[in-house]
């Protein structure tokens, strides 16, 4: 299986880094997709994927860190992004839900980050890995407004939550869509109206990817404590029984999506 999207640059992981990588792959985890969120976190996912084969680097600028970016930001993201095994740019997008640890970044500012990004993907021709919350309907417009620059295999929305609607409008646009560990738990989130089974019941197993965002969004039984990339089998598992396919099914197809997404 592949997981998609962590961010294994978060200081979390640097006592263990080496036992989890390999944790990973014992568990039948043949790829790693590391995430950076800013300049930062995105230079260290490109250092940890030179050092590691099995490890990938997506760059980007989070919504959360739109308003703390330097006037060169631009030219340092475009050079990071340049690097060897950077398969897209993300995590970019918009992100509406206040959360204790940071307030809403100004909309407008977000959706000139994103936007700016968007082009930037698109001139060096990386897939995009969206971050959405609370933010769906915003998202698909800019994204339907930009299409005529989106790659053929345009990317993914990760850790996905929201309505049907979005849901297909993404789908449409030609985007895959990752679930993580919080589809193992009962009830909806916060400010949700449909239930992530009934989003992956809705979704095609060829547009399934399957993700961590660990050290965040353990899987039951593991909630609460850090995630890290070898859980990425239980969501895998998960998958399965919502849509009533084998594992070996999810695991084939999902791996197949991501290597087509990111041209591993
Ligand atoms: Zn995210
Ligand atoms: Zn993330």
């Not at 568990?27 to 995430?35: D, F, L, Q, Y």
């Not at 970044?105 to 971050?131: G, N, W, Y």
Request: aromatic fraction near 6%.
């Amino acid at each position: 299986m592949v997981d998609v999207h962590c961010h294994l640059n978060f200081k979390v992981f640097d006592n263990d880094f080496d036992g989890m990588i390999k944790k990973a792959k014992e568990a039948g985890v043949s790829t790693i997709i590391n995430v950076g969120t800013s300049l930062e976190t995105s230079l260290k996912a490109v250092e940890l994927a030179a050092k590691y084969k099995n490890l990938y680097a997506i760059v980007g600028i989070h919504p959360h860190h739109a308003d703390k970016l330097e006037e060169d930001w631009q030219d340092k993201l475009k050079k990071i992004a340049q690097s060897q095994k950077v398969v897209a740019m993300g995590e970019i997008g918009l992100d509406y839900y206040s959360y204790q640890s940071n307030g809403i970044v100004d909309p407008k500012i977000q959706r000139k980050v994103f936007e700016t990004q968007i082009q930037m993907a698109h001139e060096l021709s990386l897939p995009l890995q969206i971050h959405n919350r609370h933010a769906g309907e915003d998202i698909i417009e800019i994204l339907k407004a930009h299409k005529n620059v989106l790659p053929k295999a345009p990317g993914m929305l990760h850790c996905f939550a929201g309505s049907l609607d979005v849901l297909r409008s993404a789908l449409n646009l030609g985007f895959c869509i990752g679930f993580d560990g919080n589809i193992t738990y009962k009830g909806l989130a916060p400010g949700e109206t449909v239930s992530l089974s009934d989003l992956c019941r809705n979704t095609p197993i060829d547009r399934i990817v399957t993700e961590t965002d660990a050290p965040f969004l353990s899987p039951e039984p593991h909630r609460g404590g850090r995630n890290e990339p070898s859980y990425v089998i239980i969501t895998g598992a998960k998958i399965a029984e919502i849509k009533a396919i084998s594992q070996n099914e999810v695991d084939l197809k999902t791996t197949e999506n991501a290597k087509r997404i990111f041209n591993i």
